[in-house]
Structures are given as C-alpha cells and as structure tokens.
C-alpha cells in the first residue's frame, strides 16, 4: 500500500470505499449469525429450564454478536466520515480561505467607497451652506442685480423671526 495514494481525494476515497465494503459485510454476516443463533438456542432447552430460559439465555449469547453488528455499522459511517473530513478540512481549505480573502476585500473595498461618498456629500452640503458651490455663472448684464440668497442665511433669518 502507497501511504502517499492517501493524500490524495482519489487515493483515500478508494480506501475509504474497501474499509465500508468490507464493515458493511462484517455487520451483514454478524447479523445473519445472530438470527441463526438466536433461533437455535431458543429452540434448545435444556435439563432444568423454566418457562422463558430458553428465550433468555438466547437473548443474552447473541447480545453480543448484535453489539459485533453494530460496531461494524458505525465503523463504515467513520469510514465516510473520515473521507468527508479529510477532503473538507484538508483537500478544500486553499480554495475556501481564497474565496474568504476575496469576499473580505470585496467588503473593504465597498466600505471605503462609502466612506468617500459620504465624505464628498459632506464637504457638497457644506459648500451649499455656504453658497459657494453653486455651479452656475452669472447671465451677461447680471452684474448689478442682487445674487440669491444663501441656504445659510435663510435659516439665519427664519431663527431671527421665531424668536420675535
């Protein structure tokens, strides 16, 4: 056996696969033999038996095979799992932390692009208070009629009058 075929998925998939195979037969044939068993010894009574002795003493023989049958039953679950584990835990990680690093980035990238659009709406508002950003020049003979009046100073003159 190649200890390095089971570093790679194809590799320990194909062993996980015999040792299920192998588990599950084990738990097929145990059961079988306990059915049989069972069967034999509940019909078998022996010198000195009282009602149910047979079916006691059965019971208490083939326990342990139905405990062999069991165990062999989980064995191949670990044997999935230990495939399951090794491929999400070990194989999948590089791709999983990249795409974890990308969507990190993706994230800082938008919350500085909100932070900058925030910032220009601020620094937008502020210029309107002031009346200085107003984008607009003035018509031609213009000159001597009065601007409109700054958002600043209409608030300015609304507090002047609430407090009349």
């Known amino acids: ?36 068993l069972a069967r034999r010894l509940r019909e078998t009574s022996i010198e000195g038996d009282r009602l ?4 006691l003493r059965a019971r208490q023989v083939v326990r342990h095979l139905r405990d062999m049958e069991r165990v062999s039953r989980r064995a191949a679950s670990d044997a999935e799992a230990l495939h399951t584990s090794y491929r999400t835990r ?22 500085a692009r909100r932070k900058a659009l925030r910032a220009s709406t601020a620094r937008a508002a502020q210029q309107l208070g002031d009346g200085t950003a107003t984008g607009y020049t003035m018509a031609a003979g213009a000159e001597g009629q009065q601007s409109l009046p700054k958002v600043a100073d209409l ?10």
Not at 12 to 24: G, S, T, V, Y
Not at 52 to 55: D, E, G, I
Not at 90 to 111: F, G, N, T, Y
Request: glycine share 4%; aromatic share 6%.
């Open 1 to 36: 056996m190649d200890i390095n075929a089971l570093f790679t998925d194809r590799g320990l998939r194909a062993w996980c696969d015999d040792r299920r195979d192998q588990h599950l037969e084990d738990a097929r044939q145990y059961g079988q033999l306990a059915d049989i």
């Open 52 to 55: 149910l002795s047979a079916w």
């Open 90 to 111: 070990v194989l999948e990680l590089p791709a999983r932390r990249e795409a974890a690093a990308l969507a990190k980035d993706r994230r800082r990238d938008s919350r």
């Open 155 to 164: 608030f300015a003159k609304q507090r002047r009058e609430g407090a009349r």
